[in-house]
């Protein structure tokens, strides 16, 4: 059979393929992963070794590193065992290098717990010796300061005779006669003195073993095998790349052969492909940069294709609002006025071809359709629109103003690919962007939700504190006379203290993701009332002050939250204060006529407030300033990083923004926007505490879970002219309601999450069912109304409990009871 030139080079490309597959020896990337695996193992086996010593010598205050260290070991075990794959005849060598890490893995666990309760106790006995040696009885002294010697010599020494020295000193000082006082710490020091005693000479013996586990036995094992196998592939690969080379020299001459006769077709392609090149490369370009950048390769990309046709003007337009224009002129040519935008219009009344190009390769001014063409100085025209209707959504277009030099190219129909190349740059240019601002609010929504979790945890416990300083300043405030400095004290304890509630209630509904209740506030005397806040926490060396406007500046909001907004930035300038200087607080009205970008928040138009907040301290640099506002960044040793964090989500929460500017050594300006509201309504006015209305004698039971409360709570209702009493205990206070004759009320303090308060109430209402209860919670989220109206309550009141609130909740129960309980 006659063999044809095609066969002939088809085998020897088969040929010279497998060659080449054989003589790239693929195997020797799996070679290397599986020797840096090794190394790592050994590295790694290393650093266990020296981290153990390092937390039996005390220099450890944890076992993060060592516990990243023991990940990290398993996982170039594991990586090693994927390179050398199954059936291969290192897996036995490895399985065995396995065995022996698990081996020294489980005495590192061993190591750690017994380390752990070592150190423990270490500080306990230091603690309870130190003690003893500071004892009046000298006896006492001196058996203490042995035992402290010989357990010093333990730690050192855990060789059994240091161990019988260390229990024979034990019990030498359990035999001394000691006086009350120090039994106690006698005793405190044997049993921890005893734990020592038996665990410095096991870790100890742990640790040894740990050290004669260690041996390179294996891993030399494993690492001849897998060098063995590298060097038969690499003899291997050298043996196919001579054959591959012999290969290479016929195909050479096969290729000399049939060159000559493809070199006439060869001449006919080559503009083809250059220009599929081209194509190729502004994709390439496209694809490897930036959003930023494809506006100029656009332009690089429009240069290049026109060079291929000769073009003189080459542009790429698309129909958005604004018009998007990329465009590119050799030197010395110029666009004549609305032009290339005109040519959007032009587009739809040309025929186009088959593949849906224009291609006008000659202007002729005879043509009335082409004047727009002649007007714009063109002598031929190619462009490749994108229609939708009769409407054209985007063009590229090559301008030609020498006669003849489209009739030179014929491949138009590649043009197409260049469009769709382009035009997809420059949609991603709108994804792009869109993308970031995306990330950029998840990321934001992901740092408030840790935030929010943070002062949900707090909140709770917080709220009690504050709960017993309203309850206290409360009862103060009974009993002092009205007009004088004390009471006047009281009333700015009870205001920064209604403030901290208001705060804590915000906290757990900023946890919750809940929406708060907004006021129309005057920013101006909110500020005052801050001032007065800062005025008594501010340190000496820094002094405030306020300019205002002399216009209306109310706004909606949260006074708390913006109260919070502006102490926070004040603090935080305070701080930043090296020298004497002054804090200014500036208040201003701007109308801002069209959107405004402060950062990545756009606003208005529409009238806004504007606090402004200046200080002359240390400053930030630019890099400082990417990040204040990222929760948890603090450059501060005691800060937290959650204050101007926290500034930033409560401005955004009320449809405004934040701006700053800095430099270093020259302060910082922060300006706080905030949308203006009509100021023709009412204003909320600030707390103040009115006068509740007093109770004659009535008796009120009162439940609560714990006894401190309980005691506050019974003060505030006396102090209200209330006969309280109280019970932490649900059966106590069934069994009183059996008792007595009758109560006028009853007070249920009522947990979230918790459900025996919400029975003891229905059980109540069953018996009494004219009985008024009130209910007390931190947060009725969880409850509904069906609920507490099938309980009795009629009531509901916040806890921490106010005098202000219980009474009016008392008033109005005991105004509409219809008739007395029995």
Known sequence: MRMTPAVVVLFLLLLLTWLLMSGLNLNAARFDRELRALDDFSQLERGLNREVLTARAGLSLNYDALARMTDAYDDSLNRLREAAGSGSEESAAIEALATRARRQQDLIERFKTSNALLRNSFAYFGIFSARLGAADHMPLVAAATTLTAAMLHLTLDTSPAAAREVKDRLEQLARLQS??????????ALAHGGILHDLLPATDAVLKALIAEASTREQDVVHSLILKRQLAARASARRYRLLLYAASLMLLGALVYFGLQLRARANALRRRAAFEHAIAGISTRFINSQHYEIATHVESALERLAKCIGADRAYFVVAAEPVQVYRWSREGVEFPQGWPEHALNLATRFDRGEDGIIHIPKVRPSDETMNPLV????????CIPNTCGKRAEAILGFDVLRVGALTQWAEFALFR?????????????????EKERLQA??????????????????????????????????????RVRSGGQQAASLAEIRRAGERARQLVDQMLKFGRRGEGRRERICIKALVAETKSLLAASLPSHVGITVSETSEMTVVSAEPAQLQQVILNVCNNAAQAMDKPGLIELEIRVREVTEVLRIGRIGIGPGRFITISISDPGR??????LQHIFEPFFTTRPDGNGLGLATVREIVQEHDGAV??????????????????????????????????GRGAGETVLVLETERERLLRHEEILAALGYEPVGFTELHEARQAHALRARFDAALVC?????????DFATALHDIAPNLPIILAT??????????????????????PLTSVELAGALSRCLATSVAPQL
């Open 375 to 382: 007007d714009a100085g063109l002598q031929g025209w190619l």
């Open 441 to 478: 609010s998840l990321q934001q929504a992901r740092r408030m939700e840790t935030i929010g979790a943070f002062a949900s945890g707090i909140a709770h416990n917080f709220n009690n504190i504050v709960g017993a300083i309203l309850g206290y300043t409360e009862i103060a405030d009974a």
């Open 179 to 188: 006086s009350p006082g120090d039994a106690d710490s006698i005793q405190a």
């Open 778 to 799: 931190p947060s009725a989220r969880d409850l509904n109304a069906p609920m507490l109206a099938g309980s009795g309550i009629r009531e509901v009141v916040h806890h």
């Open 619 to 624: 400053g930030m640099d630019e890099a400082m």
């Open 659 to 692: 701006e700053v500017q800095s430099a270093v050594a020259g302060g910082t300006r922060f300006d706080i926007w905030l949308p203006a509201v009509s100021s023709n309504e009412p204003i909320s006015a600030p707390y103040a505490p009115g006068v509740a």
């Open 750 to 758: 009522h947990q979230p999450g918790a459900t025996s308060a919400l």
């Open 417 to 433: 690919m260049a469009f769709d190349a382009i035009a997809n740059a420059v949609s991603r240019i709108v994804l792009e962007q």
